[in-house]
């Protein structure tokens, strides 16, 4: 099993363990690897999900359990590998946003496979010529 960076889609849904596929890959993941591993970009998407619910009291219990996570820096070099997919992606005419792009370079500054449920955005950047290796835990 590939050592795999989960998207804020994903994780979500392993935290709201309402998929049962997503919650089966998950389990069979964590068995293998130990720990699940996100990136601090996921950690600001679901924080400011929070906020922007006015649901405070979920804060504490969402920052716990983040002890038990791999949680990659957003560091330089991983930013100047962003900017550069976020550009590209602009030229060409097909932006993704923020997020997106800060997440696929973290993936690909760690090798990491990318387990997402948003296909779409993330296949524009390996249309790019990107190995950015995805998988969806939802099939």
Same mark, same amino acid.
């Given at each position: 099993m590939d050592r /795999? &960076? &989960? $998207? /804020?889609d994903i994780f979500s849904e392993v935290l709201k363990a309402k998929n049962s596929r997503v =919650? $089966?890959? !998950? !389990? %069979? @993941?964590? %068995? !293998?690897l130990g720990r699940f591993t996100i990136s601090a970009i996921t950690v600001m998407e679901? =924080?400011? +999900?929070? @906020?922007?619910l006015q649901r405070t009291e979920a804060l504490g219990h969402f920052l716990e359990g983040l002890a038990l996570v791999e949680i990659l820096s957003f560091d330089s070099e991983t930013a100047k590998y962003a900017g550069r997919i976020y550009g590209e992606l602009e030229r060409v005419g097909q932006p993704i946003g923020r997020a997106d792009p800060m997440i696929a370079a973290t993936a690909l500054q760690h090798g990491l496979t990318l387990a997402t449920g948003n296909n779409g955005h993330f296949e524009r950047i390996? +249309? &790019? +010529? @990107?190995? &950015?290796k995805l998988v969806d835990w939802r099939v």
């Open positions: /795999t &960076l &989960l $998207d /804020t =919650v $089966d890959r !998950a !389990a %069979a @993941y964590e %068995a !293998a679901i =924080v400011r +999900g929070i @906020y922007r390996c +249309g &790019l +010529g @990107y190995p &950015l």
